[in-house]
C-alpha cells in the first residue's frame, strides 16, 4: 500500500461538515460549560503536562491549538510554555476562549477565527515556528493537506488526539433505529489514515491510548442538535427517521434533561518532526 491508498481512504470516509461553522456556534455555550467542569480540568491538565514533557518544552516555547474550540487544551498549555496560538471555524468558540484565557490570566494565549482548510502558513508566518502542533478532537485534519499543513507549521513535534472508540447510552440508542453497522468503518478512519501516511512520510508516530468516562446532563434541546447532526453528517436521514429520533430523546427526557454517560478510549499520536 502507498500514500495514495490512504490518501483516497480518508477522503472516502468523510463525514459531511458543510454546517460545521454553524453547529458549533449553537453548540459553543454548552460545550464550553461541559469542558469547564473540575473533573474534565483534571483528566487535561496531566495530558497537557504528559505532552509538554514529550516534546521537551519550556517557557520559550510556542504552541499551536488547532480547532481549539473555547481553548480548553491551550489553556492548559499555556502555564507550561511561552505563549499558545489557537484558532477555531467557529466565531462563538473563540469569543469563550478569549473569555476563559481572561478569566484564567492567561495573556500568554491568543485565540482567532480561522478555517485550517484555507490557512495559507506561509502568509502568516507560521511554517515550522510552533515547538508543538496540537490537534485534538477536531475534524480541521481530514486530509492529507490538512495533515501536511499541520506538520509544516511544527519545527520540532506534532500530536493528534482522537476518540477510537466510544460507548455513549444516548447515541447507542439511537443507533437501534439506523443501518448502523456499515457506518462503522467511518469511527476512527482519520486517526488509522494519518498514521499509516505518517509512517509512509518517514515519521515514526508513537500512539498511547487512555480510557475515560464521564456522566452529563444535556438539555433535550442540545442533545437533538447534538446528536442529529452526528447521524446526519454521516449518513442520509429521512425526515420520518429524524421524528422517531426526536421521539426516542423525548423518551429519555425528565424534567426537560437528558442524562448520560460516556465511556471512550483516546488515542494520542505523538510524532518528532
Known amino acids: 500500500m502507498n500514500i495514495e491508498y490512504f ?74 510554555v511561552g505563549r499558545v496560538e489557537g484558532f477555531d471555524l467557529a466565531p462563538n468558540m473563540i469569543d469563550l476562549a478569549k473569555a476563559n484565557a481572561v478569566e484564567d490570566n492567561c495573556p500568554n494565549a491568543s485565540f482567532r477565527v480561522l478555517d485550517w482548510q484555507a490557512a495559507d502558513i506561509d502568509s502568516m508566518g507560521w511554517r515550522r515556528q510552533f515547538d508543538l502542533v496540537l490537534a485534538s478532537r477536531t475534524p480541521a485534519i481530514n486530509n492529507r493537506a490538512t495533515l501536511e499543513k499541520m506538520i509544516a507549521a511544527s519545527s520540532r513535534a506534532c500530536c493528534m488526539i482522537t476518540h477510537v472508540e466510544m460507548r455513549h447510552s444516548v447515541r447507542d440508542q439511537l443507533k437501534s433505529l439506523l443501518d448502523w453497522d456499515e457506518q462503522k468503518a467511518r469511527i476512527a478512519r482519520s486517526f488509522f489514515c494519518a498514521f499509516n501516511m505518517l509512517f509512509l512520510m518517514g515519521f515514526y508516530p508513537e500512539v498511547e491510548y487512555f480510557d475515560r468516562a464521564w456522566e452529563s446532563e444535556t438539555t433535550f434541546e442540545d442533545a437533538e442538535l447534538m446528536h442529529l447532526n452526528y447521524f446526519t453528517s454521516m449518513m442520509t436521514i429521512s425526515d420520518s427517521l429524524k421524528a422517531e429520533m426526536r421521539k426516542k430523546l423525548a423518551s429519555l427526557c425528565r424534567d426537560g434533561i437528558i442524562q448520560e454517560r460516556v465511556e471512550s478510549k483516546l488515542a494520542v499520536m505523538f510524532w518528532k518532526i
Open 7 to 80: 490518501e483516497k481512504l480518508w477522503v472516502d470516509y468523510q463525514p459531511d461538515r458543510k454546517d460545521a461553522q454553524e453547529f458549533w456556534n449553537k453548540r459553543a455555550p454548552s460545550f464550553n460549560k461541559r469542558i469547564r467542569r473540575k473533573t474534565a480540568d483534571e483528566h487535561r491538565q496531566r495530558l497537557m503536562e504528559h505532552l509538554a514533557r514529550k516534546a521537551a518544552l519550556d517557557h520559550n516555547s510556542a504552541v499551536l491549538d488547532i480547532g481549539c474550540g473555547p481553548g480548553a487544551q491551550s489553556l492548559e498549555m499555556a502555564p507550561l
